[in-house]
Structure formats: structure tokens, C-alpha cells
């Protein structure tokens, strides 16, 4: 079947601007997690869906982020008054349960965002 | 608190070398997976195994072979006959259920021809 999809692929912004990123998770899977990653590293947490609920937000930058998913299956990540520090890969991922760190997470392609 | 050490940054073979990417690890849970994902230049991670804590035995998959030892803590990947299409930056990651899953920085694989 269809993996996770995230569009748009690529977003360019000005500074300030606020962006809204989405996210198609693998149907059926019922968690969804939301990732970032900057040039070099590995992918940093940011959120965590189990259905429609944020089970743990812990890892979201600041209030500018914010992330929803209302009908438990789409999710979109909305970042107010970017800034340049907020560039970078933004990952989405889905597992059919919510084993949150004990389940394999099946991620899609990315969205690159670059805040100008 | 959860931490994944790739001391490799970067690696560079001829093809049909084998090579072995470094994973450490640290936890206090003592129910925990591991994983390892490759992320080749298109930039979609890839999933490629889950091992349990529980689970110590050595897993082989084609050119593939992983080695778990919970007495260092480390959780290592060896391809065997490098080739071309290896290239890519693979992570070692590491989860619980208490906690997100945890991603180390990389090791960016070179196959040369």
C-alpha cells in the first residue's frame, strides 16, 4: 500500500511568514510523529499523535509550533513567525500502534523548508 | 536519559569491502528496541531492523548482519560486499515506551567503484 506522504517537498518562506506542513500517514496506523532534521544530524522528536490527541508534545521548540491532527489520521504541523533557525528537513513518521518507541516507524519523504 | 552514540561520521570503501557502522547506546529502561534506518542522497529513511532488548541474538539479512551485545551496550552493522547502492547515511536509533525514539547522528557511507 501507499507509504506516508508529506507535501509540500520543498517550502521557501520569508522570515515571519507562517507555514503549515502535512502529513498522510500509512492508513490504518494509528500513532503519527512529527521529527526535524538539521544538516548533519539525526532526526529530533518533536511531537506525538496517539488518534487524534498530542500524547507528548515535549519536543516542539517553542509556541510558534503547534501540530494537529483532527480526524486522527492527516496531521499538520503549523509554525508561526518563522525564523532562519527553523530551516531545515521536517519528517514525518506513522507506526500502527502507539508504542511510541517500541514500534518500527515508517517515515516519508520530508518536507524541506528554507526561511529566507 | 536515552542517547545513541555513531562515533563514525563518515566512511569510505571500495566496492565489495565490508564494512561495519559503529551504534552505542545508553538507557536505564530495561525494555528497549533498536533500530536502523538508511537514508539514501533522496532523503527518505528507510527502515531496515528492529532488534528488542531482549534479543541478543545475531540477525543476518542477505548482505546484511547485525551485532547486539548488551554487555557494552552496543548494537552494530555490518554490510558484507559493499556496493555502489549502499551509499547513503544510515542511523542507529534507539526507543522505549516511555520515551520518543532517539536517532544517533549518522554515519555517512561512501561506496566507491
Known amino acids: 500500500g501507499a507509504g506516508v506522504s508529506q507535501t509540500p517537498s520543498n517550502k521557501v518562506t520569508e522570515k515571519g511568514k507562517y507555514v503549515e506542513l502535512r502529513c498522510d500517514p500509512i492508513?490504518?496506523?494509528?500513532?503519527l510523529y512529527w521529527y526535524r532534521q538539521s544538516l548533519g544530524q539525526g532526526p529530533e522528536f518533536l511531537i506525538y499523535f496517539q488518534g487524534t490527541g498530542a500524547a507528548d508534545d515535549s519536543g516542539l521548540p517553542n509556541d510558534r509550533f503547534f501540530a494537529v491532527r483532527p480526524e486522527g489520521s492527516v496531521s499538520t504541523l503549523k509554525i508561526q513567525r518563522t525564523e532562519r533557525g527553523d530551516s531545515a528537513v521536517y519528517l514525518c513518521?506513522?507506526?500502527?500502534?502507539?508504542?511510541?518507541?517500541?514500534?518500527?516507524?515508517?517515515f516519508g519523504p520530508g518536507t524541506r523548508l528554507l526561511v529566507l | 536519559a536515552q542517547k545513541v552514540t555513531q562515533a563514525q561520521t563518515e566512511i569510505s570503501v571500495v566496492e565489495k569491502e565490508d564494512v561495519t557502522l559503529d551504534c552505542v547506546y545508553e538507557?536505564?529502561?530495561?525494555?528497549?528496541?533498536l533500530f536502523w534506518y538508511k537514508q539514501p542522497p533522496s532523503g527518505e529513511l528507510v527502515f531496515l531492523i528492529r532488534r528488542n532488548s531482549f534479543d541478543e541474538q545475531n540477525e543476518i539479512s542477505g548482505r546484511y548482519s547485525w551485532n547486539f551485545q548488551k554487555s557494552t551496550s552496543s548494537f552494530n552493522f555490518t554490510i558484507t560486499a559493499s556496493q555502489v547502492v549502499d551509499s547513503a547515511v544510515y542511523f542507529c536509533a534507539l526507543g522505549s515506551g516511555n520515551t520518543p525514539l532517539v536517532f544517533g547522528k549518522g554515519t555517512r557511507l561512501s561506496v566507491i567503484a
Open positions: 492508513s490504518g496506523h494509528t500513532a
Open positions: 513518521a506513522s507506526s500502527l500502534n502507539s508504542g511510541r518507541g517500541l514500534e518500527t516507524q515508517y
Open positions: 538507557t536505564r529502561d530495561t525494555t528497549y528496541y
